[in-house]
């Protein structure tokens, strides 16, 4: 018999939802075990990243990326990645498009520390502040170090193919791996390169079963001051920011149908160039008034825009970060040590 | 900052009314900062709001959008759809940390050529008392105004 093609399995900057995701398959989790060699997997399985220095180039068939890139390990690992796997996929919105770990691009490292590290939510009484490296007397202990700014799979590596969503739907999932399965006995064929897979090629919206009207809103409010909630009527005409209408199709409009709104986790449509400037359009388009001071005022419902529009996509997104992490240097801000 | 430092404006205008006023100003042989660079539209309306991204992230310090006066586009509502898309852009960018300022809307009939010279040469003022935007251009390889990554480093292991 020949040898099973090889897997793998990564984790960036990331929260392990993906992980879960993909166990969350149920039975679909046998047939990569029979159909595949795990052999890198951390969440899974021990391994130690030499085990992968040590494998030869291309070796791995699939390779399933997720998180951004938030320090020099995480590169390092990207690239190392890159060039063990046949197929590299960037899996799950952190890696395609950086997600909520990518919401800290607003703020400059020193500033991420100083939240994490020496503010009320964080019990820390002997002040203390990681560093990169640290004489210990067993001898020198080192962390990575961060980047500047988060930054999404394909800003570092060449990537195959893009999987969104926060997680990715275990449907969708198992689709995936059917679909390489199909591919490895000769089956099927790849999609292009650089395709976005286990998604649809429309919009929420568009799967979307609740009932449009005209849209013609006057006040924005957030979901708990909408009660009850129409549960046949579109939510965006209900005054509730929804992200539906600049969001991939391939959750099977799964909020909107609990009787909540898109918050846009599998990322931009075909064709969006600014995901955050596609909802921009759209909620302008809906909004019932022509005087500044009356537009402005309903505005006010959506108290932070920026969060709003690029919750999942900042890092993606056509500036990438906020002004203050955008303009940093890493000389200035080292990881760890205060600036 | 500097006294040499020349704004990079990129002006958006509509085909119907400001176009023609910026023209209009050209004949008239009124003179306007050189430092903005008109693109023309159909209509302010047909300006996506990544259209103003794409200039900041590029190398614009500001940005100027005009159109018809209220109730003069002559595709009927779009002007105002660009003056709140234009209102919530600046709320957008103030979430960045960019001074919404840097966006500017400026209502210009066919007629007004010289209202609009006044304008730009206003905002051309605006942007060079407010300094450089200079946004990174977020590439590996040139090196300029790079938030570069550090260089990677071999990974040790820290045994478990
Ligand atoms: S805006 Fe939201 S609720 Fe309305 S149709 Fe689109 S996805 Fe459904
Ligand atoms: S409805 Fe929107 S937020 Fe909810 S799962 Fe689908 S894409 Fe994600
Ligand atoms: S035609 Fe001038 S703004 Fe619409």
């Given at each position: 018999?020949?040898?099973?093609?090889?897997?793998?399995?990564?984790?960036?900057?990331?929260?392990?939802?993906?992980?879960?995701?993909?166990?969350?398959?149920?039975?679909?989790?046998?047939?990569?075990?029979?159909?595949?060699?795990?052999?890198?997997?951390?969440?899974?399985?021990?391994?130690?990243?030499?085990?992968?220095?040590?494998?030869?180039?291309?070796?791995?068939?699939?390779?399933?990326?997720?998180?951004?890139?938030?320090?020099?390990?995480?590169?390092?690992?990207?690239?190392?990645?890159?060039?063990?796997?046949?197929?590299?996929?960037?899996?799950?919105?952190?890696?395609?498009?950086?997600?909520?770990?990518?919401?800290?691009?607003?703020?400059?490292?020193?500033?991420?520390?100083?939240?994490?590290?020496?503010?009320?939510?964080?019990?820390?009484?002997?002040?203390?502040?990681?560093?990169?490296?640290?004489?210990?007397?067993?001898?020198?202990?080192?962390?990575?170090?961060?980047?500047?700014?988060?930054?999404?799979?394909?800003?570092?590596?060449?990537?195959?193919?893009?999987?969104?969503?926060?997680?990715?739907?275990?449907?969708?999932?198992?689709?995936?791996?059917?679909?390489?399965?199909?591919?490895?006995?000769?089956?099927?064929?790849?999609?292009?390169?650089?395709?976005?897979?286990?998604?649809?090629?429309?919009?929420?919206?568009?799967?979307?079963?609740?009932?449009?009207?005209?849209?013609?809103?006057?006040?924005?409010?957030?979901?708990?001051?909408?009660?009850?909630?129409?549960?046949?009527?579109?939510?965006?005409?209900?005054?509730?920011?929804?992200?539906?209408?600049?969001?991939?199709?391939?959750?099977?409009?799964?909020?909107?149908?609990?009787?909540?709104?898109?918050?846009?986790?599998?990322?931009?449509?075909?064709?969006?160039?600014?995901?955050?400037?596609?909802?921009?359009?759209?909620?302008?388009?809906?909004?019932?008034?022509?005087?500044?001071?009356?537009?402005?005022?309903?505005?006010?419902?959506?108290?932070?825009?920026?969060?709003?529009?690029?919750?999942?996509?900042?890092?993606?997104?056509?500036?990438?970060?906020?002004?203050?992490?955008?303009?940093?240097?890493?000389?200035?801000?080292?990881?760890?040590?205060?600036? | 900052?500097?006294?040499?430092?020349?704004?990079?404006?990129?002006?958006?205008?509509?085909?119907?009314?400001?176009?023609?006023?910026?023209?209009?100003?050209?004949t008239a042989r009124v003179k306007y900062a050189p430092n903005v660079r008109l693109i023309r539209l159909?209509?302010?309306?047909?300006?996506?709001?990544?259209?103003?991204?794409?200039?900041?992230?590029?190398?614009?310090?500001?940005?100027?959008?005009?159109?018809?006066?209220?109730?003069?586009?002559?595709?009927?509502?779009?002007?105002?759809?660009?003056?709140?898309?234009?209102?919530?852009?600046?709320?957008?960018?103030?979430?960045?940390?960019?001074?919404?300022?840097?966006?500017?809307?400026?209502?210009?009939?066919?007629?007004?050529?010289?209202?609009?010279?006044?304008?730009?040469?206003?905002?051309?003022?605006?942007?060079?008392?407010?300094?450089?935007?200079?946004?990174?251009?977020?590439?590996?390889?040139?090196?300029?105004?790079?938030?570069?990554?550090?260089?990677?480093?071999?990974?040790?292991?820290?045994?478990?």
């Amino acid at each position: 018999m020949t040898a099973k093609p090889k897997f793998a399995m990564y984790w960036a900057a990331s929260c392990g939802g993906c992980e879960i995701a993909v166990l969350n398959t149920h039975e679909k989790i046998l047939d990569v075990d029979a159909n595949f060699e795990v052999v890198f997997w951390p969440v899974a399985m021990d391994a130690k990243y030499k085990d992968v220095e040590a494998m030869e180039d291309g070796s791995i068939l699939l390779t399933l990326w997720n998180g951004g890139i938030r320090n020099n390990e995480n590169a390092e690992m990207a690239h190392l990645l890159r060039r063990k796997s046949q197929i590299l996929v960037a899996f799950g919105s952190c890696a395609c498009e950086g997600c909520i770990p990518g919401l800290a691009n607003l703020s400059p490292l020193n500033e991420i520390f100083e939240t994490a590290y020496h503010t009320v939510s964080t019990e820390n009484p002997q002040n203390i502040h990681p560093q990169v490296s640290y004489p210990a007397p067993e001898g020198t202990l080192t962390l990575p170090t961060m980047n500047p700014v988060l930054k999404t799979l394909a800003q570092v590596v060449d990537v195959d193919y893009f999987m969104p969503g926060c997680p990715p739907e275990s449907h969708q999932i198992a689709a995936v791996i059917d679909l390489v399965i199909q591919v490895v006995q000769g089956k099927a064929e790849l999609p292009p390169k650089g395709s976005v897979i286990g998604c649809g090629d429309s919009t929420v919206c568009d799967e979307c079963p609740r009932t449009r009207n005209v849209k013609a809103i006057t006040a924005f409010k957030r979901i708990q001051d909408v009660a009850p909630l129409d549960p046949e009527l579109c939510v965006l005409e209900q005054g509730v920011p929804c992200n539906g209408p600049a969001t991939r199709s391939g959750c099977n409009a799964r909020c909107p149908r609990a009787g909540a709104q898109c918050i846009g986790c599998y990322g931009p449509a075909d064709d969006v160039i600014d995901y955050g400037a596609r909802l921009i359009t759209a909620f302008a388009s809906v909004v019932d008034a022509r005087e500044p001071a009356e537009i402005e005022a309903i505005l006010d419902g959506i108290p932070d825009p920026t969060g709003q529009f690029y919750r999942f996509n900042l890092a993606d997104s056509l500036l990438r970060a906020g002004k203050g992490a955008a303009m940093s240097r890493p000389n200035a801000i080292t990881s760890g040590g205060k600036p | 900052m500097t006294d040499t430092f020349e704004p990079v404006i990129v002006g958006f205008t509509c085909n119907w009314c400001s176009y023609r006023a910026a023209d209009a100003a050209g004949t008239a042989r009124v003179k306007y900062a050189p430092n903005v660079r008109l693109i023309r539209l159909m209509c302010s309306g047909r300006l996506d709001p990544a259209f103003v991204l794409k200039a900041l992230a590029g190398g614009a310090d500001g940005v100027l959008i005009s159109g018809c006066h209220p109730g003069d586009c002559h595709y009927i509502e779009q002007n105002y759809k660009a003056l709140r898309r234009f209102l919530l852009l600046r709320r957008t960018l103030k979430g960045f940390g960019v001074e919404p300022e840097r966006v500017k809307l400026v209502w210009a009939s066919a007629a007004e050529g010289v209202r609009l010279a006044h304008e730009i040469n206003a905002f051309v003022e605006e942007i060079r008392k407010l300094g450089p935007l200079n946004w990174p251009k977020w590439d590996n390889q040139s090196g300029r105004d790079l938030p570069a990554d550090i260089e990677p480093q071999p990974i040790e292991e820290v045994p478990a």
